[in-house]
């Protein structure tokens, strides 16, 4: 059964980048797929700030990593760029970490003007941790997300977008088979992905 490793950038439970984050990992769980789940606050800010490699907080992201098939990472965009935070946690991996996954970028902002953040300047750092695959990923604006309670509703084009590219993902997975769908329900989600095996 395939494992992905979710990682939020956000330094809030209750954002939107953490809410579509959260959307997301129950999509994969409910076509069979195993999540871990890592978030700022499972990092002491003295283990990331001095880059202590050994600490067991970092040492359980780099292994759960090391024993994943893919990555979901997402952040906020602030002044027109990813969380800072995110890019502390990203600088305590291994140099190829990404080398045998796939990875799906998730990014939430408040304005439209800053969706190219995420091809600009996330895609570049998870290039160079050697990811076998950076999958177009998926910007929403404050509007198009907007909390019920503790659900975040997302916008009927946001939801389309995220199923697409969570198809795209799942068929990136080394092990792709191994997902345990009916066979109707996985041809309908590849086509909607617009993949073709």
């Known amino acids: 059964m395939p494992v992905v490793v979710t ?5 809030s439970a209750r954002s939107r980048s953490q809410g579509l984050l959260n959307r997301a990992a129950q999509v994969l ?33 780099q292994d759960a990593i090391a024993g994943a098939d893919g990555v979901l990472v997402s952040t906020p965009v602030y002044k027109a760029a ?40 996330l895609q570049p750092v998870l290039t160079a941790l050697k990811a076998r695959h950076v999958l177009g990923g998926i910007y929403a604006t404050d509007k198009e997300l907007t909390w019920e309670g503790d ?14 590219a969570l198809a795209r993902f799942i068929a990136h997975l080394p092990n792709p088979g191994h997902v345990q769908l009916d066979p109707d329900t996985l041809h309908a989600q590849l086509r909607l992905g617009r993949v073709s095996l």
């Open 7 to 11: 990682l939020s950038g956000s330094p």
């Open 29 to 61: 769980v409910q076509q069979g797929i195993t999540i871990q789940s890592f978030s700022l606050s499972d990092f002491p800010p003295d283990a990331l700030l001095y880059a202590q490699f050994d600490h067991p907080s970092i040492a359980r992201l």
């Open 82 to 121: 990813y969380s800072g935070a995110l890019k502390v946690v990203l600088d305590v991996l291994p140099e190829r970490a990404l080398a045998h996954h796939v990875v799906l970028p998730l990014a939430t902002g408040g304005s439209p003007a800053h969706m190219l953040a995420v091809d600009y300047a």
């Open 151 to 164: 659900i975040l509703q997302l916008s009927p084009e946001i939801d389309d977008r995220l199923h697409v």
